[in-house]
């Protein structure tokens, strides 16, 4: 009977930390009730997420979900092609690539958001770009406001 008891209050300690794990994986507003934080763009943009990791799917997925227009590339050539169609605003990639992005862009009047993996490779990219993201500290909405800063200036 000893082992029962036990064998319950395991199971019972393991579901109550499950459901003090869960409080806090959504966002909330105040004075409205439970609900999830869904960020829009209010500018739409043609965006082109260049990278191979599931990182930039993610982020690729994030910014669709947010309203923008997005083409996710993985290889250089298709890069390269997809600028020269034309018709996107802005370019997201490792800022280790931005060679490749600059000679592929060259033409075109596409904006490059370069990600930074760390805060000395962000140092560096801030000597040559405005704005640089880093991988592991920007989260969705700081991507959506440094788009949103891009398409303004596009449009004046």
Same mark, same amino acid.
């Given at each position: 009977m000893d082992i029962r008891v036990k064998i319950i209050a395991a199971l019972l300690?393991?579901?109550?930390?499950?459901q003090v794990l869960a409080c806090g994986d959504s966002l909330y507003r105040v004075g409205q009730g439970v609900s999830y934080r869904v960020y829009t763009a209010p500018?739409?943009?043609?965006v082109l997420v260049y990278g191979h990791s599931?990182?930039?799917q993610e982020l690729a997925e994030a910014l669709a979900m947010a309203g923008h227009g +997005?083409?996710?590339v993985d290889n250089q050539l298709e890069l390269s092609a997809v600028l020269a169609g034309g018709g996107y605003d802005v370019v997201i990639a490792?800022?280790?690539d931005h060679e490749a992005v600059e000679v592929s862009k060259a033409s075109s009047k596409v904006d490059f958001l370069p990600v930074a993996v760390n805060a000395s490779e962000r140092e560096i990219a801030s000597q040559s770009y405005a704005k640089?993201? +880093?991988?592991d500290r920007d989260e969705i909405k700081h991507y959506l406001r440094a788009i949103h800063e891009s398409l303004r200036r596009s449009e004046i």
């Amino acid at each position: 009977m000893d082992i029962r008891v036990k064998i319950i209050a395991a199971l019972l300690a393991t579901l109550a930390s499950s459901q003090v794990l869960a409080c806090g994986d959504s966002l909330y507003r105040v004075g409205q009730g439970v609900s999830y934080r869904v960020y829009t763009a209010p500018l739409p943009g043609n965006v082109l997420v260049y990278g191979h990791s599931e990182g930039a799917q993610e982020l690729a997925e994030a910014l669709a979900m947010a309203g923008h227009g +997005v083409r996710l590339v993985d290889n250089q050539l298709e890069l390269s092609a997809v600028l020269a169609g034309g018709g996107y605003d802005v370019v997201i990639a490792p800022y280790r690539d931005h060679e490749a992005v600059e000679v592929s862009k060259a033409s075109s009047k596409v904006d490059f958001l370069p990600v930074a993996v760390n805060a000395s490779e962000r140092e560096i990219a801030s000597q040559s770009y405005a704005k640089v993201m +880093v991988a592991d500290r920007d989260e969705i909405k700081h991507y959506l406001r440094a788009i949103h800063e891009s398409l303004r200036r596009s449009e004046i």
